[in-house]
């Protein structure tokens, strides 16, 4: 069976609630940034601009799409905990990574934002108790609740869907 290079880990599958999957999603939150810039680790710039398949978007846009992505998960985390049931806010993804600061700063700017901003989020849920998992954001485009623990297994995954295609490239190019 041929592997799609747009979900080199597979497609995000809801887990029931478990210690033990819990505790692998909050080391896959709080180690992400550390497996992020090792992933990238002496990449020049040529091979930053270079898409991770064909149509996709490049390793610098991925660094940044990740630091956007998380900073709205954090945000869904502390609305969740802190309302009842509060509809987040969708945004497009493909107009923010075409956005002026993910064209022109360097990732270095996400990497460090990404350190900063999952130590707080690995700070905020860390000890959360099971009952907490069960809260709810609403998300208005797909029009559903989703727990916090459907949350914290998306973004733990989403976080090594893009780790591996950023590592999926630098095998296929030899780099």
Same mark, same amino acid.
């Given at each position: ?12 599958? +809801? ?7 819990? %505790? ?10 550390? %497996?992020? %810039? ?27 799409? #990740? ?18 049931? +509060?509809? #987040? ?27 900063? @901003? ?21 998300? +208005? ?8 623990? %459907?949350? @914290? ?23």
């Amino acid at each position: 069976m041929r592997m799609d290079i747009r979900f080199p880990i597979g497609e995000f599958l +809801p887990q029931p609630f478990s210690q033990k999957q819990k %505790e692998a999603w909050l080391l896959d939150i709080k180690f992400l940034p550390p %497996e992020l %810039e090792l992933a990238i680790q002496n990449l020049d710039e040529a091979q930053l601009q270079t898409p991770y398949r064909e149509g996709g978007w490049t390793v610098h846009q991925l660094v940044h799409h #990740i630091a956007d992505s998380h900073i709205n998960a954090y945000m869904r985390f502390r609305l969740g905990l802190t309302e009842n049931n +509060p509809t #987040i806010k969708p945004y497009d993804q493909d107009a923010w990574a075409q956005l002026n600061d993910t064209k022109t700063l360097p990732i270095n700017v996400s990497l460090t934002l990404l350190h900063a @901003l999952h130590q707080r989020l690995y700070a905020t849920i860390k000890e959360l108790g099971d009952d907490i998992w069960e809260r709810t954001v609403f998300h +208005p485009e797909h029009k559903k609740k989703i727990s916090l623990w %459907e949350l @914290l297994g998306m973004y733990a995954w989403h976080g090594k869907h893009h780790v591996a295609h950023i590592k999926n490239l630098r095998e296929k190019m030899d780099w």
